[in-house]
């Protein structure tokens, strides 16, 4: 018996520069209960195949033509009503930028209850907010501050931007459980979770799985969850299937070049000499920040130093994006201070941080939210280019060459960011901070949602930029393989506090402070 089967799935973008082929001539299958995994580079067309079965692409213009039967309906053809009676129900989907597909303007509690209610009409708001906390309790969003509402989870009223990455991430993973699907599709799941949580979502997919028989399409570019979880695996290539099997047939024994390749990658270890850095670049001193009802950093201190690469890591919510958005003063700080070369910026003007900020940039965790979605990528490179005061006819060529460095061509100078994957959204946030030539880089996960290919590639570039520029990062990230490879020292927090502070090498040796 089959729930969900493809053949011959097409589709195609209307371009300035002609039509694009995203997706061409995929054909497979999903049988109830199983773990299907969707494989290959950034830009292969797995995002869009996924989206394509819901008709998610119709928004943005794309062509779909060939066949995709779930449950005895074809999807492809299929009026935006029937599409709407299956989406969120029946076949849920959970995407890969949780901040550009959670509404902003409402909390979290709603948006879930809002989408129960869509598909349960008997059911009331007060029912539809109770199940919705205890999903939230089961994704590990748990209680925070103080508890009102006759026992509901206060989580329900937060807003997205009060979340972390990984909160949001998982709030989406609630939802799209809500309304217990026979086909869930998970697009990168866990990309930006830290390696706890992550293992606490694959353990919940699989409860899930276990306990209601739902099928799942996991999109990941991701081999080791792959390994760990799927019973068949889908490897794509430009857009068409290179390779299928049985997941330990795939792993163990690949048949195609471009497979063995993905999995060499993820066996290659950077290579990276230690560097002790130079004198204090960036310092923070007893920094705190507290939100209304909780407290998100307490009492940090660290220090950057020139031609240093300091990795940071922890759970998430733990505030690393926190530190890293108060180092630049997008968040103000509670109490204590910040400097930069020197100079406390702590409580600094907007006009006396615009030169601080052209020498400290920050590539964010979320390319989606971050890059203007009405902007091209040609004028969002230009920004840095023209608070360099670079010529006019200089700054197209100067981007061709910032893309090309993150490993891009010239042609993304003139597609949207919604027509970009979501690696290569994440490489235009790179070269858009390598734009304004600075001396340091705050990471914030910069290659979570990244394939292994051209997560080494990125990180290859990252050194050698170094190398070349005696530039400082600050690496955020929940990878700690990449942690240990890139960086000199690593600083570890929890709960908004700095647990230990060591070189690499000592701390992967023998940590001092327990998880607990």
């Known amino acids: 018996m089959t729930l969900l089967e493809v053949q011959d799935l097409r589709v195609s973008f209307d371009t300035e520069a002609g039509p694009v082929r995203a997706v061409d001539g995929v054909s497979f299958a999903v049988a109830p209960g199983e773990v299907v995994a969707l494989v290959g580079e950034s830009g292969s067309g797995k995002s869009v195949t996924a989206m394509s079965l819901l008709g998610l692409t119709r928004s943005l213009g794309a062509r779909v033509s060939g066949t995709a039967t779930f449950e005895g309906t074809e999807l492809v053809g299929a009026s935006e009503g029937e599409l709407r009676r299956i989406r969120g129900g029946r076949a849920a989907m959970v995407f890969q930028d949780p901040m550009s597909s959670l509404n902003p303007v409402l909390r979290v509690g709603d948006q879930i ?6 598909h349960e009409r008997a059911t009331t708001r007060r029912q539809a907010l109770e199940r919705a906390g205890e999903l939230l309790e089961r ?10 509402g006759a026992g509901l989870n206060p989580r329900l009223r937060a807003f997205p931007h009060e979340l972390s990455g990984g909160m949001r ?4 993973i609630a939802m799209a459980l809500s309304c217990s699907p026979s086909l869930l599709i998970a697009d990168e799941p866990t990309t930006a979770l830290d390696v706890t949580t992550q293992a606490q979502i694959l353990a919940l997919l699989r409860e899930l799985r276990a306990q209601t028989g739902v099928a799942i399409l996991l999109v990941t570019h991701d081999l080791g969850i792959v390994a760990d979880m799927a019973e068949r695996i889908l490897v794509m290539r430009s857009g068409r299937l290179v390779e299928q099997g049985a997941a330990e047939e795939v792993v163990n024994a690949p048949q195609h070049p471009y497979t063995q390749t993905l999995l060499n990658a993820y066996r290659t270890r950077l290579t990276r000499t230690p560097r002790s850095g130079g004198p204090p670049l960036l310092e923070t001193r007893e920094l705190s920040v507290r939100f209304a009802h909780a407290q998100a950093l307490d ?6 130093r020139e031609g240093e690469t300091l990795g940071l890591v922890g759970e998430s919510g733990c505030g690393k994006t926190t530190l890293l958005r108060c180092l630049v003063r997008l968040t103000k700080p509670t109490s204590g201070t910040v400097s930069f070369r020197g100079t406390d910026i702590s409580h600094a003007s907007r006009r006396r941080l615009q030169p601080v900020r052209r020498e400290l940039q920050m590539v964010f965790q979320d390319p989606q939210a971050s890059l203007n979605p009405r902007r091209r990528v040609d004028w969002i490179l230009a920004t840095g280019l023209r608070l360099r005061e670079v010529p006019r006819a200089q700054r197209r060529p100067r981007a061709g060459e910032l893309l090309e460095r993150v490993g891009l061509t010239a042609e993304h100078l003139d597609r949207f960011p919604h027509e970009l994957s979501g690696g290569e959204r994440q490489r235009v946030g790179i070269a858009r901070a390598l734009s304004c030539e600075p001396l340091a880089l705050l990471l914030d996960e910069p290659v979570s949602s990244l394939d292994a290919t051209v997560r080494a590639q990125v990180l290859e570039l990252l050194v050698r930029l170094q190398q070349e520029l005696r530039l400082s990062y600050l690496l955020v990230s929940h990878d700690l393989a990449v942690v240990r490879d890139v960086s000199d020292r690593v600083v570890v927090m929890k709960a908004g506090r700095v647990l230990e502070t060591a070189p690499t090498a000592e701390l992967f040796a023998g940590p001092v402070r327990s998880a607990g």
Request: glycine share 16%; net charge positive; aromatic share 0%.
């Open 113 to 118: 209850a809002e989408q129960i209610r869509a």
């Open 139 to 148: 994704v590990g969003v748990g209680r925070a501050g103080p508890v009102a």
């Open 169 to 172: 991430q998982r709030v989406m």
């Open 299 to 304: 009492g940090v201190t660290l220090t950057l």
